[in-house]
């Protein structure tokens, strides 16, 4: 159960867009449709931004996009603003039943 | 609307036991499936444990495997983990979380978590 691979940051200046990568193996982020990716400010708790790889839940702003390819899943922040600027994480389901977070990624809007 | 609020953190030794619980309202918990996941400090996220919403299939992490025990009670809409044999590593800001009705196998509504410290 090894933690998915993701930059460790990312920055970019307003208005721009950026994006997340994370990379599993085909016993998760490969081979099932199950990655969702979480917000999490400091000292908060995580906040769901995007599941089954693309859905956006009701309230999360449109600027937030997800998708796959391979073993390798994508959060795509157009329009950045300050207030993005926080911790990311990517999930995926595994082939053990099991769930798996991603390593994090810190985004800073410079 | 949702809530959980995490309880029963707090400084336990090394080798001790301590059971966390996770109340839940403003939903029905037994159409869920609920997780617990883990932060120690400065650190990133670790999923720790899932249950069926009736209790009828566990999964859990490598790490915390034959120490830890999830399990709920729907009639008290209530969810928790038994942690045997705790470990300094153990040490972690503690969260529940629902996975909705359909096995979506994501986290939708998180608590606030409970601070557990493992420490002689």
């Known amino acids: 159960q090894s933690a998915l691979t993701q930059p460790a940051s990312v920055s970019g200046s307003p208005g721009q867009s950026i994006t997340i990568s994370c990379t599993g193996t085909s016993s998760d982020v490969g081979g099932y449709n199950y990655v969702s990716w979480y917000q999490q400010y400091p000292g908060k708790a995580p906040k769901l931004m995007i599941s089954?790889?693309?859905n956006r839940p009701s309230g999360v702003s449109n600027r937030f996009s997800g998708s796959k390819s391979g073993n390798t899943a994508s959060l795509t922040i157009s329009g950045l603003q300050a207030e993005d600027e926080a911790d990311y994480y990517c999930s995926s389901h595994t082939s053990s039943f099991t769930l798996v977070f991603g390593t994090g990624t810190e985004v800073t809007v410079l | 609307q949702v809530q959980l609020v995490e309880s029963g953190g707090g400084v336990v030794q090394p080798g001790r036991s301590l059971r966390l619980s996770c109340a839940a309202s403003?939903?029905?918990?037994?159409?869920?499936?609920m997780h617990w996941a883990r932060q120690a400090p400065g650190k990133g996220l670790e999923w720790v444990a899932v249950?069926?919403?009736?209790?009828?299939?566990?999964f859990y992490a490598d790490s915390v495997k034959g120490r830890f025990t999830i399990s709920r009670d729907n009639s008290k809409n209530t969810l928790y983990l038994q942690m045997n044999s705790l470990r300094a590593e153990d040490t972690a800001m503690y969260y529940c979380a629902t996975d909705p009705p359909g096995g979506g196998w994501y986290c939708d509504y998180w608590g606030q978590g409970t601070l557990v410290t493992v420490s002689s």
């Open positions: 249950i069926s919403y009736d209790g009828g299939a566990k």
């Open positions: 089954d790889v693309s």
């Open positions: 403003g939903f029905t918990l037994s159409s869920y499936a």
